[in-house]
T-cell receptor, first 111, second 111 residues
Framework: EAQVTQNPRYLITVTGKKLTVTCSQNMNHEYMSWYRQDPGLGLRQIYYSMNVEVTDKGDVPEGYKVSRKEKRNFPLILESPSPNQTSLYFCASRGGGSPLHFGNGTRLTVT | TQLLEQSPQFLSIQEGENLTVYCNSSSVFSSLQWYRQEPGEGPVLLVT?????EVKKLKRLTFQFGDARKDSSLHITAAQPGDTGLYLCADITTGANNLFFGTGTRLTVIP
């Protein structure tokens, strides 16, 4: 089954404790992206990647890092999380004219 | 900066009623997509409209793109509880490296 898999689904952490949210897709898509979704603000892009070793900032990249060492994986890294990064995060991928496929989300709470 | 406004923000109706939700932009859309997001899941693409004046139908859903490509509407006929969800419109920016999302309309259909 074609899918985008994010882990974990839920995460509660404390300010300053580094964390990684993983994202993997099995569709051989070249394009991958991270979004955060906040009430009243909609979905905003954090980072995207056009291919392996090619990443670029989206609209709200501050406080986040990404890497794309393999085509299927696109982890989101928060080196020093802060409470304003409490949000619902979505990974998405697209390739070959297909629509954007989203994962099921990771709900992060930073206390 | 483009502004995508969706209205209404919340809508609660009885099963069997008709409804229309709207998406308006401060600038001309490149292409417009409509998504539905159900609780605990990522957004799923419903339709893409490209040409001004275009109308597309998906079973009981009718999507209309304004002639000037600055607005769009989604009409649902005889709403069912399964239509409950967050409806998002999105503009595909030039180069398609990002989808710029509206804030969404949260629809609840009461049985």
């Amino acid at each position: 089954e074609a899918q985008v898999t994010q882990n974990p689904r839920y995460l509660i952490t404390v300010t300053g404790k580094k964390l990684t949210v993983t994202c993997s897709q099995n569709m051989n898509h070249e394009y991958m992206s991270w979004y955060r979704q906040d009430p009243g603000l909609g979905l905003r892009q954090i980072y995207y990647s056009m291919n392996v070793e090619v990443t670029d900032k989206g609209d709200v990249p501050e406080g986040y890092k990404v890497s794309r060492k393999e085509k299927r994986n696109f982890p989101l890294i928060l080196e020093s999380p802060s409470p304003n990064q409490t949000s619902l995060y979505f990974c998405a991928s697209r390739g070959g004219g297909s629509p954007l496929h989203f994962g099921n989300g990771t709900r992060l709470t930073v206390t | 900066t483009q502004l995508l406004e969706q209205s209404p923000q919340f809508l609660s109706i009885q099963e069997g009623e008709n409804l229309t939700v709207y998406c308006n932009s401060s600038s001309v859309f490149s292409s417009l997509q409509w998504y539905r997001q159900e609780p605990g899941e990522g957004p799923v693409l419903l339709v893409t409209v490209v040409t001004g004046g275009e109308v597309k139908k998906l079973k009981r859903l009718t999507f209309q793109f304004g002639d000037a490509r600055k607005d769009s509407s989604l009409h649902i006929t005889a709403a069912q509880p399964g239509d409950t969800g967050l409806y998002l419109c999105a503009d595909i920016t030039t180069g398609a490296n990002n989808l710029f999302f509206g804030t969404g309309t949260r629809l609840t259909v009461i049985p």
